[in-house]
T-cell receptor, first 117, second 108 residues
Framework: KAGVTQTPRYLIKTRGQQVTLSCSPISGHRSVSWYQQTPGQGLQFLFE???????NKGNFPGRFSGRQFSNSRSEMNVSTLELGDSALYLC????????????????FGPGTRLTVL | QKEVEQNSGPLSVPEGAIASLNCTYSDRVSQSFFWYRQYSGKSPELIMS????GDKEDGRFTAQLNKASQYVSLLIRDSQPSDSATYLCAPERGKLIFGQGTELSVKP
């Protein structure tokens, strides 16, 4: 079974631009979560989607948004990029959403490395 | 107080020894706990999940959970150089909350 895929793998943008990252979950997984990883802050939760609905959102500004499509693929968008948005953005999928009694184990994709200049 | 605290590394053990990784969390709501391994430049890889108090063994890995003490640990027996990585503890509370990780180095 194919794992979680993320595109693009690497991205260089300049301040003020916007970016869209894509995530395709493991086949059959309906929950997708997004995380930001930086050396200083570690892994931080951005948001989770299940059945096209945002179930939970982390403590990030409104410039960070996401959506999920009917085939469970997800995208996240960052508008008006800032230097501090440079990070590894990770997507993880699971059978069931967080907090479920089973099937909530999350499997990560390879990530998108975003550099903002 | 941080939501999830892990023992600060780097932790260095000789090959064949037991590596002990500890994690404490601040809430009494979390019911599911996960350990991830992350090699440098790679994404996290799920290695253990534990939901009930007590021990759970999977090969060379044993996870221990004590909800009353808000403590979860990971033991790696017969440590190998290939175990050298950062280990992340993640309680689940509607979302995964990650600790800063413990860097493990296994010396041949």
């Amino acid at each position: 079974k194919a794992g979680v895929t993320q595109t693009p793998r690497y991205l260089i943008k300049t301040r003020g631009q916007q970016v869209t990252l894509s995530c395709s979950p493991i086949s059959g997984h309906r929950s997708v979560s997004w995380y930001q990883q930086t050396p200083g802050q570690g892994l931080q939760f951005l948001f989770e989607y299940f059945s096209e609905t945002q179930r939970n959102k982390g403590n990030f500004p409104g410039r960070f948004s996401g959506r999920q499509f009917s085939n469970s693929r997800s995208e996240m968008n960052v508008s008006t990029l800032e230097l501090g948005d440079s990070a590894l953005y990770l997507c993880a999928s699971s059978l069931s959403p967080s907090g479920s009694s089973g099937g909530s184990e999350q499997f990560f994709g390879p990530g998108t490395r975003l550099t903002v200049l | 107080q941080k939501e999830v605290e892990q023992n600060s590394g780097p932790l260095s053990v000789p090959e064949g020894a037991i590596a002990s990784l500890n994690c404490t969390y601040s809430d009494r709501v979390s019911q599911s706990f996960f350990w991830y391994r992350q090699y440098s430049g790679k994404s996290p890889e799920l290695i253990m999940s534990i939901y009930s108090n007590g021990d759970k063994e999977d090969g060379r890995f044993t996870a221990q959970l004590n909800k009353a003490s808000q403590y979860v640990s990971l033991l790696i027996r017969d440590s190998q150089p290939s175990d050298s990585a950062t280990y992340l503890c993640a309680p689940e509370r509607g979302k995964l909350i990650f600790g800063q990780g413990t860097e493990l180095s296994v010396k041949p």
